[in-house]
């Protein structure tokens, strides 16, 4: 069996340029994109990703692999999957910038443990906030439904159309922006509670100044902020709803769906 080579360069360039855009989602989104899990494995999958989807996805018009075109629209198809993959990584930090603003205020900042998915040390809270997002996220099949939003993406946003508008990118801005909005919202009862401690343990020192408060003032201070963080662990899973839900609408607004 013969195959023409102008058919073997269609069949290429129709899984390449998918293959970008899919795996610089891949690479970055939560879960997926953690430092811990082999590139190989990645590649694997994106790979088999593409091989599934290749029968919906519009054909390469004007295929020529040897031209600068074809780096200037693997480049194109980078910079879409990156944008798409961002909007699920910040949804993730943004709780985990409300776990380490409330290690803060609680004094359990110095608890640090080393992160495998981004590689870098962070507050024990964070991590347990990062955790308990990420199986949330799982749960909820939010892999499932940015696979399917990439999918959309190659009729919103064809391999040979445009580049997306600069506006994008500014909402994609905008939405870095967001973490601190949601972090503080998500922390707002905690610090609030700690902060009447707080005010207790200073009421306490004027009364009482025989009273070492930094001996006893580091351990009560932790305990409470243990106590309250287990007390406003319920309003976790409407926080996520809401958020997961602003996320969504902000990749729907990205891709044009």
Request: hydrophobic residues 60%.
């Amino acid at each position: 069996m013969e195959y023409p080579l102008q058919q073997l360069l269609q069949v290429i360039a129709d899984f390449m340029l998918p293959f970008a855009r899919v795996s610089a989602m891949m690479f970055i989104m939560v879960a997926f994109g953690a430092k811990n899990i082999p590139t190989r494995v990645k590649a694997a999958f994106c790979a088999a990703f593409i091989v599934m989807i290749m029968p919906v996805v519009p054909p390469v018009k004007d295929v020529n692999l040897m031209s600068l075109n074809l780096v200037v629209q693997m480049i194109q198809q980078i910079i879409i999957g990156l944008a798409i993959g961002f909007i699920s990584q910040i949804f993730v930090q943004a709780f985990v910038t409300a776990g380490q603003i409330l290690a803060t205020q609680t004094g359990l900042g110095f608890a640090a443990m080393a992160d495998p998915a981004n590689g870098v040390s962070v507050p024990a809270i964070g991590q347990f906030y990062l955790i308990l997002a990420t199986l949330l996220f799982l749960v909820y099949d939010g892999h499932l439904i940015m696979f399917q939003m990439v999918v959309f993406s190659f009729e919103s946003l064809p391999i040979n159309g445009q580049w997306m508008d600069v506006n994008k990118y500014w909402q994609v801005a905008e939405f870095g922006s967001w973490i601190i909005a949601t972090a503080l919202a998500i922390t707002l009862a905690p610090v609030t509670a700690m902060l009447v401690v707080n005010i207790a343990f200073g009421v306490l020192t004027r009364t009482a100044p025989q009273l070492n408060i930094f001996s006893i003032g580091m351990p009560i201070s932790m305990l409470a902020g243990l106590l309250i963080m287990w007390l406003t662990m319920d309003t976790f899973l409407f926080h996520f709803n809401l958020n997961w839900q602003h996320g969504i609408e902000y990749t729907c607004k990205l891709i044009g769906c």
